[in-house]
């Protein structure tokens, strides 16, 4: 059984910077995608960044530039840093881990953008 969790998130004043990270544990397969989702109210889940098994990295194109998605010296380790925050960047972010015939999620960290 995989297990992800998700820490770093809170409060914090518009243009600063957060740092999530996600940790799971079980055995996941060296080919697997990890990646971060965000929700907001009222809004659907979309993709925010995502990274596979050679390192290479895709993002929303509103946070290129300004978030960087990276995975961890310790195995089953992902990290998102977040730079240059913006309001529209709260909700809650979820660590997601995919591949073939399995795909696991976190339970959320909540990141809030305000001043």
């Known amino acids: 059984q995989v297990h992800l969790v998700e820490s770093g998130g809170g409060l914090v004043q518009p243009g600063g910077s957060l740092k999530l990270s996600c940790a799971a544990s079980?055995?996941?397969?060296?080919?697997?995608?990890w990646a971060w989702y965000r929700q907001a109210p009222g809004n659907q889940r979309e993709l925010v960044a995502s990274?596979?098994?050679?390192?290479?990295?895709k993002y929303l194109d509103s946070v290129k530039y300004r978030f960087a998605v990276s995975r961890g010296n310790a195995k089953n380790t992902v990290y998102l840093e977040m730079n240059s925050l913006k309001p529209e960047d709260t909700a809650v972010y979820y660590c997601?881990?995919?591949?073939?015939?399995?795909?696991?999620w976190g339970p959320g960290t909540q990141v809030t953008v305000s001043s």
């Open positions: 997601n881990v995919g591949g073939l015939g399995f795909d696991y």
């Open positions: 079980g055995i996941i397969s060296s080919r697997a995608v």
């Open positions: 990274i596979d098994n050679i390192g290479l990295t």
